[in-house]
C-alpha cells in the first residue's frame, strides 16, 4: 500500500500517518521527492487494508497496489477452470457451451418443445425461469416450485441438465433438489449471503455480473463462493448499464477478454439480456465465441410473441437452430469443442 | 400503450399486431400518419403491458404511458406520507430528521458516545451498521447480533429509535426485535423477496437507491413494499455510479426534488456515502436540506481515522455538531422543525 | 408526435396545448383513455417536433416518434453505401477494410517502417496523427504539417491513402491536400461548424463516435455532413465511457450491429482506443469482424514502448502482423473480401 | 511515478523498464515487497509522464501521482481568483453572480424584456445563444450576428455585460467585439484548438464541464486557458451524462465542492441544463448557492412555451423573480454579497 501526500502536507500530517500505521504493526517506509511524500506500507495485508487513511489531513491518496481477491486470480491458479456438470455438460477449457431456453418457465409443453431443440442443436444445459426477479411487482413472477419441476422433467426426457435462478436465499436447497447449475442474477451478484450459501453447497454457480458491477466487483463476488470452498463457478457478462438507451444493456466484450486473462474461471455471455433484441443477440453471440469466451447463454422460446418474459429478446426455434448451425465453422476456426451438430 | 410501426410496415405486419392485442383482449385504434402507423391500446392495464411485442417484424418500438408504480404516486396520494417512528421521531411533513451513527457498530463504548453527541445536537435517530455488506470478503464483515444489542443499549440510554441495515432477509425478525426502522441497503433494493417480506411487516423500512437505478425504479422497488401493506417507507437517495472517480458515487440532488413531485413518500439523503469524503458531506447535507430534503442520514464516528469501515467518510463529533448549528438557520429559512438545537 | 398528458391535467391544460398546437398550424387529435388524455400531432414534420411543450403545466412527456434523421437512414437508403477511397480502397459493402498505423507521426522512418507492414499484410488505408488532440496540455501535440509530409511520403512509397484528423476547421484544407479521407475524432463528433464544413468538401469523412454520445446522436452527426452534400462517410465506433476503468472506454459493439441495420453507412471499429489495452485488441478486432463491421482501424508502432503517444494500446508489427494472419480464414467464413494475405 | 510490477514479473521484465526509464533519463527505485516490486520514479516530470510503460510484459499499472495541471491548482495559487468583468460584474471571492437570459436570442423584444427583468431582479450577466450547437441540423441553428448586435443593445440599454458561446473558432474575434464574457460549450470543452486560441485572448472565459468530463479533464481543460496567459476563468458545472433519463442530464453537485477544494477558479452551476425540467431549476439553484458555488446561470424567456429552444427549462420571468427574491436571504446567511433585491 502506498499513502501519498498532499504538496503541503505539513511533518505532523505525515508522522500522525506513519503513527497510526506502526500503532496497526505495519512499517512505513518515507520518500521524499521535490514536491510529494509518498510513504510506503508493508505489514499484514489485510490489516493494512483496514486502514482508513483516506481523507486525514495531509492525505491526497491512498492507493492499493494488491488485488482485493485472490483465489480467483490467475495468479493463483494458472490452469484454468474446468467446470463439469453433470450428464457431461463441461464448461471452460477446449470446451464452447451453450445454455438455452425460455426466460420463464410457462409450461410443460413449452419446456418439452425448447428441450428438444436444444438437445437437438447441440446445447448441453437447459435454461428457464421459475422464480423472476421483476422491477414491477405487478408484472409475471414466475411459476415457483411447479416450474421447477416441469423443467426437470422437460431435461430429463432429453437428458439435459438444467440452470436456473436461486432469487431467495431461502429457496437456495429446493432449487438445489430440481437443478444442477444454481443462477445468481445480477441484482444478486453483490448478496453476500446467498455467495456464501453458495459457497457451501457443492452445486455449480453461475455467477452473473451485475448492471453497474466492475470487473474488479465481479471477481471479489466470486471470491466469496470460492472462499466458502466451492470452486464450480462459471462468470457470465450479461451487459452494463450505460447511458445508452438504443439497446438494454451495453455488451461489455472486452471485460470477457479482460476476465479471460485475471481469473482461471470460465467466462460465457448472456447476449440475449446484454442487448435486449432479438436481432442483435446472433451477432453478439458470435462475437462472444471469437472473443474467447467459455460459451453463450441464450433465451429461445417456441412463439417469443406470446412469451411471459423477454420475448423481444427470445430467438424462436428456427433462429436459435440457425445459430447454432453458424457456430460450428467458427468453433471449428477457433479450436473449441461444442456438441454444436 | 402505444405501438409505433416501422415506416416500412406491411399490411401483414400491422394486422399481427392487432391480431396478438385483440387475443390478449385489448382494442386496438390505428392511425396512420403520412410515414408512420401508430396502434393507440387499450384495455386492462396490466394484460397489455404483459404483451412482449418489441421486436416483432415492423414494430419500431412500443410506449408505455402509465407508469410501472401506482400506490406511490402523488396521483394516488397527493398528501405527503409522514412516517411516524417510536420515541417521537418523524420523517417526512414538516419536520427535517437527522439519522446518525457510525458506518459500523464497534464497541459498545463507541456506540454511547456518538448516541449521546448524537441526541444533544438534535438527531433523532441512532444508525449503525450490525451486519455489514463488503465487496471484499476479507473485510470486516459487523458483529452481528452483538453489534445489534450494543446499539439497542446505546440508544435506549438517551431515549433515541435506532436504524440498521437488513442484509439477509433470515435476519429480518431478529433485526425487526432491536431495532425500529429496518433499512434495505442499496445492494438490496431490487431484491424483491426482501420487499416483499418487509411488506408484511409493520416496521418503517428506509429503503436506499441502487447504484445504478432509476427513479423509476427505486419508486417500483417501493412499491413492492406498498403492495404488501406497510406503508412506512422513508427513499433514500445516496450517490449513483458514474463515469467519475473523484467521489465514491455521484450524489443525484435533482432525483431528490424530482422525487418529491412524483411521490408522497419521504425523501432523505444520505451525503457519506454518496460521496465518500468527508470534506464534501457538510455542503452536500446542507445542498440537500435547501432542495427539499426530508432529513439526511450521515456518518459520525469519535474516531474516524480508526473506524472499520468508512472512515473517509465519517464526521467526527466536533465536525457533527457543528453541522448541526449550521443546519439551525437554514431550516428556520426553509420553515421546517427539527430538533436541532 | 404524442403528447401524453398527465393523470389530473385540466381541460384547460389541454386546451392550451391544443392551442399552441393550431398557432403553429398543426392538428390535434385527442384520445382519451380512462386515465389519460393522449393528444396526437400532425403536421409540419420541422415545425411540430420544433415546439417546445415538455414541462407545461398539465404536459407529462412529449413524445417524437419519427427520427432526428432522414438521409443516413436505412429507410431513405436500403442498399449500403460503399466508400472508395483513392487507390483502390474500399469500405463499406463486401470488403473488409483495415486501417494501420501510429498514434502520432513521430518520423519519417516510423512511418515508412509502419507503411510497408501495413501494406504487406494487407491494410488498404494508413493512419497516423499529426495533429493530437491531448488532455493535458503538456502532453505532446503532434508534428503538425511535417507529420502530415512525412505520412504522405511513407503512403505513397507503398502506395497506400492516408486518413488522419483534422483537429481544427481552419487546418481542414491543409489536411485535405495531403490526406484522402479526413478523420472527426470524438472530442469533436458534435463540433456541427466543422460536419457543415466537411459536408461541403469531397473527400470521404471518417466519423467517430463521441465518448458519451449515443447511437442516434452519431447519425444526427453523420446527417450534418450529408445535408452538405457530402455522402462518403464511414463511421467509427471507438468505446464509450461508463463507470468500468479496468479499459479505457468501454467497446459497445452491439452498436455496430445495430447501425448496420439503422443506416447504409459503413461502420467500423477501433479496438485500440475502445480498450487501451495491448492485448484486448486483437480479441475485439476478431469480435468486430464477425459482429459484422466493415472493417478496423488498429495502432501500429514499430516500437510501441517508445511511442510518444498510445504506446499501451499500440500493437508492434509482429502482432499486427499475426492479427492479419488470424483474419484471413475469418473473413473467408463471412464471405468479406479483404487483401489480408 | 510509480511502476507497479505484476506479481510474476521476471528479473529480466524489471529489468528492462529500468533501462526505459534510465534512456529517459530518470532514477529508478526498486522497492520489493514480499508479492511485488514496485517500481518509484525521479526525473523530469513532464518526460517521465510521457513514458508509455502501461502494458509492456511484466507490468500490472503505472501510477502517476502528479496531477496533469498546476496553474489552475489551489497548490499553485491559495487565493481565489475573483474575474472582474466589466460594467462591476463580479464572479468569484464573495459574491455570488446570477448570469440570466434566454437559450437563444430570437428577437430584440424578446432580448429587452429579459434584460429588464434579470437587471432588476439583481442579475449581474445578461446571457444568450446567437450560435447554437444543435444535435440534429433540422433545429433552429440561431440568429448569428444579428443576435450578437440585439443582445448587445438591449444589455446596453439596461448597462449589463453578456456572456454567449463561441461556437466556431473562426467566430471568436467576432464575437469577442460583441461580447464581454466568452463561454465555451460543453461540447468544446475539449476542443484545445479554442482553449489554446481563449488563452491568448483577453476577455474572461465561461467554460463549461463536458457532458462526459471529469473533474480532472474540466481542470486540464482549464489550464489549457492559464497556460495560454489568460487568467480569467470560470469554471461551469451543468449536469453529466448518465444512466438516469428522467432529467436532461445528472447535475454533479458535489464537483462544485470539490472543484472549489481543487482550484482557485470561481465555480457556477448551470440548473437549467443540467436538469432540463422548469420545476427542478428553482430546488437546484439554491443547492448550489448553499454548497458553495460563486453564481448560477439559468435560463429566462418571456413565453417558454414559445421558445424556439430549450422551452422546458426555461423560467419565465415571475418565476424567475421569485427564485430570486427567495436568494436574499439564503446569501445573506452564508455571506455571500449578491445585487440581488
Known amino acids: 500500500m502506498l499513502v501519498v501526500m498532499r504538496d503541503q502536507a505539513s511533518r505532523d500530517e505525515i508522522d500522525h500517518v506513519v503513527e497510526l500505521l506502526e500503532e496497526a504493526g505495519a512499517q512505513a517506509h518515507l520518500s521524499g521527492g521535490e514536491i510529494k511524500t509518498i510513504i510506503g506500507v508493508i505489514g499484514d495485508r489485510e490489516t493494512v487494508y483496514a486502514l482508513e487513511l483516506d481523507g486525514l489531513p ?4 491512498v492507493i492499493r497496489v494488491l488485488k482485493p481477491y485472490k483465489l480467483v486470480s490467475r495468479d493463483f491458479q494458472s490452469a484454468d477452470t474446468v467446470v463439469r456438470v453433470v450428464r457431461g455438460a463441461i464448461v471452460g477449457g477446449d470446451s464452447f457451451a451453450v445454455i438455452a431456453g425460455p426466460c420463464s418457465v410457462e409450461s410443460l409443453e413449452q419446456m418439452q418443445s425448447v428441450a428438444r431443440a436444444a438437445k437437438d442443436a447441440g446445447a448441453v444445459i437447459l435454461r428457464g425461469g421459475a422464480y423472476k426477479p421483476r422491477t414491477s411487482p405487478y408484472s409475471f413472477q414466475g411459476l415457483g416450485l411447479e416450474g421447477l419441476k416441469m423443467m426437470r422433467e422437460a431435461a430429463d426426457e432429453v437428458d439435459l441438465p438444467v440452470v436456473t435462478e436461486v432469487l431467495d436465499i431461502r429457496d437456495a436447497e429446493t432449487v438445489a433438489e430440481w ?11 453483490q448478496n453476500f449471503m446467498m455467495l456464501d450459501e453458495l459457497g457451501k453447497m457443492g452445486k455449480p454457480v453461475l455467477l452473473k455480473r451485475g448492471l453497474s458491477a ?14 466458502g470452498g466451492n470452486r464450480k463457478v462459471i462468470l457470465c457478462e ?42 442483435l443477440v446472433v451477432p453478439m453471440a458470435r462475437a462472444s465465441l471469437v472473443a474467447g469466451a ?37 468453433l471449428r476456426l477457433v479450436g473449441k469443442d461444442a456438441r454444436v451438430t
Chains 1, 2, 3, 4 share one sequence.
Open 58 to 61: 495531509g492525505v491526497e491518496e
Open 294 to 330: 467459455d460459451g453463450v447463454m441464450v433465451e429461445v422460446h417456441p412463439e417469443p410473441e406470446r412469451a411471459r418474459c423477454d420475448g423481444p429478446q427470445s430467438l424462436d426455434i428456427e433462429a436459435f437452430e440457425a445459430m447454432m448451425a453458424d457456430f460450428a465453422p467458427l
Open 179 to 189: 437443478a444442477d447449475v444454481l443462477q445468481v442474477g445480477a441484482r444478486n451478484m
Open 214 to 227: 466492475t470487473i474488479e466487483e465481479l471477481l471479489s463476488a466470486a471470491e466469496y463462493i470460492l472462499k
Open 238 to 279: 450479461r451487459g452494463i448499464r450505460t447511458f445508452e438507451t438504443y439497446v438494454r444493456n451495453t455488451l461489455d466484450l472486452a471485460a470477457v477478454a479482460a476476465l479471460k486473462t485475471l481469473t482461471h474461471l470460465p467466462v460465457i455471455v448472456d447476449p440475449s439480456h446484454a442487448t435486449g433484441r432479438r436481432d
